[in-house]
């Protein structure tokens, strides 16, 4: 059955989508079958692996209102090791007609359960706010949330709002919601000020975060206008080594043995 993992983080531009792609490349690197949901109607996930938002006739948003069952939705593109869910402009309308469903919360978690056993690992990628569409999305990760947090200035703004939503959620709807891991990104190794950022959200998610350290790097912000994962844009880049590095470590974390590969000689 597959572990499930949602990159939630209310505020833009902190990397979520970034991780869900290279994380889930590497992943998928590592043996592992995974699917990428893209519940962002901006749908930054599903054009950076080269799928025009525009051509999706079904998708998350199908899925999530009951129109479709999901499956034949999943785009599956073997060279990039990953499969997705793709995302739609149609998805920003989900977040209105959810209000008035039933079960308006756990929509996405009930509709994703068919295809558990078809994958190891399911990644979904959040919108940049607390609202209806990311607290489905918390709710279907039931392994837990993947904090993505920048190493700039004002990294843990936000934060708080953050936690107290996984809080609240907590309370009212899933008991065992976990902070799965904090994952630091954009470090910029020759400024001050990004190593002090490591320290502090290091003292406000203790033993939450992440070994491993993702730079900023040019690479990961050209891959997606390519449609492809640093792992197929830039393999021997610094930013492909590290995303490789964070796939490992959250293997071992999750007690999955990765197969040696060994050069043909
Ligand atoms: P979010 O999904 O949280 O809004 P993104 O993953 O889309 O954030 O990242 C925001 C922008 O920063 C994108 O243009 C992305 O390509 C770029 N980016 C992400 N990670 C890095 C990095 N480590 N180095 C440089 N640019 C990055
Ligand atoms: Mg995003």
Known sequence: MARIYTLAN???????TTCAINLGAYLGYYGQRVLLVDLDPQANATSSLGIDKK?????TYEVLIGANPVGPQILHNPKLKISVLPSSPALAGAEIELIEMANREQRLKDALAPVMDRYDYILIDCPPSLSLLTINGLIAGRNGVLIPVQCEYLALEGLGQLTQTLTRVRTSLFPNLQVRGVILTMYDGRTRLAMDVVGEVKKYFPEKVFQTII???IRLAEAPSYGQPISLYAPDSTAAR???ALAR??????GIHIPVFSEEG
């Open 10 to 16: 209310q505020k833009g531009g902190v990397g979520k």
């Open 55 to 59: 051509t999706v006739k079904s998708g």
């Open 215 to 217: 730079p900023r790097s």
């Open 242 to 244: 590290s995303y490789a």
């Open 249 to 254: 470590e959250l293997l071992e974390q999750d």
